[in-house]
């Protein structure tokens, strides 16, 4: 791989570590910041709970993320091996599927009429992806 292209991956790869771990942190946050409280005191207790739990392992699992490519960017942009490629391969994956949920999953209804919101969704589809496409140029890009 050229050395610019080589240096480029490594600090695209350094972004998305760091934009994972902001991720990880908001979601920690985000019964708050949605207020989401009210709603989930109403809904039975085992819902309740597994929602914490997802919370909290969603949080773990995008610092795990966030840590393995900040300490092996380089490794990762370099494909140096079967390992750094399937690593870059399932991280791309789950930021694939987390940009398509953007629009497979939520209902309109939630942004439709607020520039806020349409706005925010639109940058959690476009960032999501962003992170995908990082991933899969880590896995799949060489020159010849």
Known sequence: MNPSHLTSLKTALRA???????????????????????????APLLIREVFRIHVVFISITLSI???LSWRFAYEIARAS???TIWLAVAIGL??????????????????????LRTSIHWALFLGYGAMAVVYFAAAFWRNG
């Open 65 to 67: 993320f966030g840590t």
């Open 94 to 115: 789950f930021w694939l599927v987390r940009s398509a949920m953007q629009w497979l999953h939520y209902s309109a209804s939630h942004w439709h009429g607020s520039s």
């Open 81 to 83: 091996s079967p390992l």
């Open 16 to 42: 998305a570590a760091v934009a994972q771990f902001a991720v990880a942190i908001l979601n920690l946050f985000l019964i708050r910041i949605m207020k989401w409280k009210p709603d989930l005191d109403r």
